[in-house]
């Protein structure tokens, strides 16, 4: 069974950092690799900020943030109300001050989409966790200073 994890946060700024920080320590637990996770927590705050800042919270008032780890792939969801567009990767100028979060996502991600559910809208990314020279879990860098024994 791959391991998850299903957090619901308040639809509020502070969730994003939450989200976070939640997301990074499972990832560790679960010996992801530390250029997947910093990915993943990347992937997961630009989800949970557009979800803020473009759509409406759930009826709980909340939004509900996923992510679980199976086959060297982590897959993070962002859950809320819905919003009056289709979340899609734009492109923005230089100058803009926003407008860049899917544009990051789609860059990261191996492939990301949008589910419908009735009155939810979830937009999903996909992470790659695998080594891409040996296609397994990349090693624990030992501490500096430290040796092994």
Known sequence: ?????VVMLPYA??????????????LQEWGVYETAIN?????????LSNA????HPLPSGQVKVSWR??????????????AT????AGRASLSALGGRG??????LAERWGVRHEGEMTT????????????????PVPEPAGRERV
Not at 123 to 138: C, H, K, Y
């Open 102 to 107: 899917l544009g990051i996502v789609e860059y």
């Open 13 to 26: 700024p502070s969730s994003v950092a939450v989200a976070r920080q939640c997301l990074s320590s499972d």
């Open 1 to 5: 069974m791959s391991p998850s994890s």
């Open 52 to 55: 803020l800042r473009h759509a």
């Open 123 to 138: 937009v999903w990314a996909v992470v790659t966790a695998l080594n891409a020279v040996g296609g397994g879990r990349m």
């Open 39 to 47: 990915d993943a927590v990347l992937v997961v705050s630009e989800l």
């Open 85 to 88: 567009t289709e979340p899609r």
């Open 69 to 82: 780890w199976t086959d060297g792939h982590v897959e993070v969801a962002v859950s809320d109300g819905g």
